[in-house]
């Protein structure tokens, strides 16, 4: 963008008297002085561009009437001049560089005394710069809703002698409602081109009379397609009939061709099924109105063929980290290829999605014509696209770089509605929902947007609802959908912004939209949205399909909740005799309590019916590469690592509170503390902190070691080399104590887990003890050492809805079932999941006959000779045996490699859970094994499940 000279905007009493021989006014007192001047031959588009200018700048200037617009200039008036590139009027005042650098969706704009003039690059270009100018006017749209408009009152409006010309930073800025496009809804349609981005429509919906007028008014793009291929196959035919005449047509998966809706993709290295493919998609570019946009997608799921034509085409390299980028991207290089010899007009696009994200090599011939939409399911919104310490985006920036090579128009498709919400099933929920999706997303999407542009990345699309809409498809017309335009609207007009002019300061949009949106809230609105911001870039990692547990966590550090109702509650007392700032408080209360609240209170509450999502119950300790135990927790990984709050005392929630975080080494662990005073709801400030107590820390290894603060702040460090430090910071105390692991013959490799109990006595607590709880109010908290367990849901508290046959669920719920587990359950026999005395936790599982459990493990990256212990409880009359499987990974396919069979087994006969344990010793190439656990009885249990890395083997890997 190149702008030249200033725009000055302000009323009469604010205007410096240095610009007063270069301004001229477009209305003053009421009263008009400007008129609109359009071609003779101007297009709906910009008679809707004058329209809308007359609209606004009447209502800015509170006059009785709009500007008028003729074809014709105005004596004794302003005029503002709407014309195209390529008007005479546009090469007389500006210079044919200008021009010619402008896009068709660019603007150049130029005031001189007397006259402004628009230029578009096309009629699309005009309409996005009359929205531009009204924006340096002063006008803001920042949702669809009414109370979303910023309008000035200006007595007087005047206009400075300046020169600017722009094009978009990005061609594609959009937002996808999917099969939830609203239907004859004018405020969404408004709000998307007043923020210089064009409709997403569907061709096939041309016949409505309301979208032949929205079209013809304002910028558009029309496309179709998505997981498209069975449907182009089968396209024309009568279900199972193509199946009956040509199987050949359809994949193979495991030995067979399936007619399965989406069970397997197409057999893509048929010829005929790239014609029938392509056939289809021809047919949609020869529909009226000619050519626009079709996306190829696989039908959505990561089954492909398996004969032995696709299999070759995969690289070594799909081989090895099971993609079929090669083999999609070769469907879409022959399907591109059968278009081009029959002139389609049209362009083809294609996802990077699933197990295709990946490029093909820098050796394959992608045409440059196929749009890319890149989907990084499984990017983290939380941190930086380029942070190292994100392992989620550091694999997506990889991805981008590589993809960065091709020439392909490269755009992404972000997902913030598949975020944590206050919703209990996310789109999925009943109609009387009361959650809602509601993440401060602006300021981490606002530098995504700009390293994106850098990655050479030139369109972002956001998968949401739409405002006001009729729900089909997937979502329902509930809280969740009604809300998430409105409660996610800093995002979506950040977003727009940055996609439009990507070299803008956060910081100064920041300012721009709170000051105006917010008013004389901003006081307080501002540190509100700071700290929520702060809360959720330090929080738990968050991507697509996140638990919506994990939005609670964001409220762990101490007092966060208060403080952020502390100050919405100032922002409603400053407001209260302003209807409309007390309608955007009232709102942005409601989502925080309907979202992080809700999250949090059913969290601390540690409900049964958490389970229906996937419970995040073992916090994460941070590793850090330094340890020092000074009592001050300044260490930076202390703002990541996960915080411990469930303090309480006779079963509630302890208040002072108390948090407990964790960092570790190879060897070490320091344990920090905040011990602080109780929150002032009046002032918003913590009381000092009183002290007093005694606080005891136990570490359950093979041997308990129990150490202590004591209440005239010496530390007892229980006979063992442990180092204690508290500190007085008067509205908080604070400790850290740093403990040797191999004192206790702990492990502290990633994936383990570390087992502790805490607990505060005398002091502010008088006779009472404030004890730290786990899950079901047990008094011993796991603590995951790393970020991914070697082995999940062992003690089956994360379910999933889903239906397998002998496997059944709890209570009512009998579809909801241990995720991530497999079952083996022969005829006859019965595997049921029960929730009375479980070992730990709420759930067990309840074996009559004989029933297999398989767990996948996960080890540290680098082991390849390693030890591991296996243990678990059982109870009832039975038999239990552990088996290791082994698998490699053949072409691109799991195969089974031999076992370690029955390295354990052992018969119980006893009415209370017994533990069991072995040590399993892999000295074989292959890295993740699965444990396979039988069970042999009449009525037999089993719960609490562990599979901890102990070490390396010597010697060598067998072959």
């Not at 919906?205 to 032949?212: A, L, N, T």
């Not at 709880?773 to 970020?787: A, M, P, Q, R």
Request: one cysteine or more; aromatic letters at 12%.
């Amino acid at each position: 963008m190149k702008k030249t000279l200033i725009f000055l905007l302000v009323t009469v009493l604010l205007l410096p008297a240095v610009f007063y021989g270069n301004d001229y006014t477009l209305a003053s007192n009421g009263k008009l002085l400007c008129h609109i001047v359009l071609p003779a031959d101007a297009s709906m588009m910009e008679k809707y561009a004058a329209d809308e200018l007359a609209h606004f700048i009447q209502k800015m200037a509170k006059t009785g009437e709009k500007p008028s617009i003729s074809s014709k200039t105005a004596d004794g008036k302003n005029n503002i001049f709407l014309c195209t590139k390529t008007s005479e009027v546009a090469r007389k005042v500006f210079s044919g560089r200008i021009l010619k650098n402008l896009t068709n969706e660019g603007y150049a704009l130029k005031c001189v005394p007397g006259a402004v003039y628009l230029a578009g690059g096309n009629k699309e270009g005009v309409i996005y710069g009359v929205y531009a100018f009204l924006q340096k006017l002063g006008m803001r749209w920042f949702h669809p809703a009414p109370h979303g408009e910023y309008c000035p009152d200006l007595k007087v409006l005047k206009v400075g002698k300046w020169e600017e010309n722009h094009n978009p930073s990005f061609v594609d800025r959009r937002l996808s409602a999917g099969a939830n496009f609203p239907y004859e809804e004018k405020p969404f349609y408004l709000w998307m081109t007043r923020n210089k981005m064009p409709i997403s429509l569907h061709k096939y919906g041309m016949w409505r009379k309301d979208w032949q007028l929205e079209t013809s008014r304002r910028p558009y793009r029309m496309g179709s397609g998505g997981h498209a291929m069975s449907s182009l196959l089968e396209a024309g035919t009568k279900k199972g009939e193509l199946f009956k005449q040509h199987p050949e047509y359809y994949g193979i998966w495991n030995g067979k061709r399936n007619l399965r809706k989406w069970y397997c993709q197409p057999c893509t290295s048929n010829p005929e099924v790239i014609r029938r493919m392509a056939k289809g998609i021809m047919e949609y570019f020869n529909k009226p109105p000619a050519g626009n946009a079709y996306l190829l997608g696989n039908d959505d799921h990561s089954r492909w063929c398996q004969c032995g034509n696709c299999s070759v085409i995969d690289s070594e390299f799909d081989k090895k980290m099971n993609y079929v980028s090669t083999r999609y991207f070769t469907m879409i290089r022959d399907v591109y290829n059968v278009l081009k010899k029959n002139n389609a007009k049209g362009q083809l696009q294609a996802w990077a999605y699933q197990n295709y994200q990946h490029p093909p090599g820098d050796d394959f011939d992608l045409p440059e014509e196929v749009h890319i939409i890149m989907c990084p399911h499984g990017r983290c919104y939380v941190h930086t696209l380029d942070d190292p310490e994100c392992k989620d985006n550091a694999k997506f920036y990889d991805i981008f770089k590589k993809w960065q090579k091709r020439k392909n128009l490269k755009t992404t498709l972000e997902y913030p509605g598949n975020l944590p919400s206050g919703c209990d099933g996310g789109e999925l929920c009943t109609n009387d929902c009361p959650g809602v999706i509601y993440l401060p997303l602006d300021r981490q999407m606002a530098d995504t947007i700009k390293k994106y542009h850098s990655l050479g990345i030139r369109g972002v699309s956001s998968f949401i609802t739409a405002y006001g809409t009729r729900f089909g498809g997937l979502l329902k017309r509930n809280a969740y959908t009604e809300n998430m335009n409105l409660s996610q609207w800093h995002y979506y007009y950040i977003s727009a912004a940055m996609l439009w002019d990507v070299n803008q300061d956060f910081n100064t949009l920041f300012e721009d939209y709170g000051t105006k949106y917010y008013g004389k809230a901003w006081k307080y609105m501002r540190p509100y949205r700071l700290l929520l911001m702060e809360l959720f870039e330090n929080g738990p990692h968050m991507r697509y399909g996140t638990p919506n547990e994990r939005l609670g966590e964001c409220l762990n550090p101490l007092y966060a909740r208060e403080r952020l109702l502390y100050l919405l509650c100032q922002a409603e007392k400053v407001c209260e005799d302003d209807p409309l700032l007390t309608k955007r408080i009232t709102d942005e209360k409601n989502f925080f309590m309907q979202s992080f609240v809700r999250i949090q209170d059913r969290l601390q509450a540690d409900l049964p019916e958490m389970r229906r999502t996937n419970r995040p119950e073992t916090p994460l300790a941070m590793k850090s590469a330094k340890l020092t135990a000074d009592g001050f927790l300044k260490e930076k990984e202390w703002k990541r690592a996960e915080y411990i709050t469930h303090f309480r005392t006779n079963g509630s929630i302890s208040d002072p509170a108390t948090t407990l975080r964790v960092l570790y080494n190879d060897t070490t662990l320091l344990f920090g503390f905040e011990l602080p005073g109780s929150f002032d709801a009046a002032t918003g400030k913590i009381r000092k902190a009183p002290g007093g107590e005694t606080l005891t820390l136990t570490i359950h290894g093979s041997t308990p070691l129990t150490l202590r603060f004591l209440s005239d702040g010496t530390f007892d460090a229980g006979g063992s080399t442990a180092k204690g430090v508290m500190r007085d910071a008067g509205d908080m105390r604070t400790a850290e104590i740093m403990v040797d692991a191999s004192q206790f013959n702990l492990s502290l490799s990633n994936g383990n887990l570390l087992t502790i109990s805490a607990a505060l006595s005398g002091g502010r607590h008088s006779n009472k003890v404030s004890r730290l709880s786990g899950i079901n109010g047990s008094e011993k908290v796991n603590i995951l050492i790393g970020e991914e367990p070697v082995l999940k849901n062992g003690s089956f508290e994360v379910l999933i809805k889903k239906k397998i046959p002998n496997l059944e669920g709890i209570g009512k719920q009998k579809e909801y079932v241990p995720q991530w587990l497999t079952f083996n359950i022969q005829k006859g026999n019965k595997i049921s999941l029960v929730n009375k005395d479980a070992a730990h936790g709420y759930n067990a599982l309840k074996i009559q006959g004989h029933g297999t459990i398989f767990f996948g493990t996960n080890p540290p990256e680098t082991a390849r000779n390693y030890k591991m212990k296996i243990s678990c409880y059982v109870k009832g009359k039975g038999k239990i045996s552990f088996t290791m499987n082994r698998y490699k990974n053949i072409d691109g396919k799991k195969r089974f490699a031999g076992h370690t069979r029955n390295f354990l087994e052992k018969e119980f006969d006893t009415p209370e859970w017994q533990k069991i344990e072995a040590v399993y010793s892999h000295t074989f190439p292959e890295k993740n094994p699965t444990l396979r656990i039988d069970m042999f009885g009449g009525e037999c249990f089993l719960d609490d499940v562990k599979v901890e890395y102990i070490g390396e083997n010597s010697g060598q890997l067998k072959k």
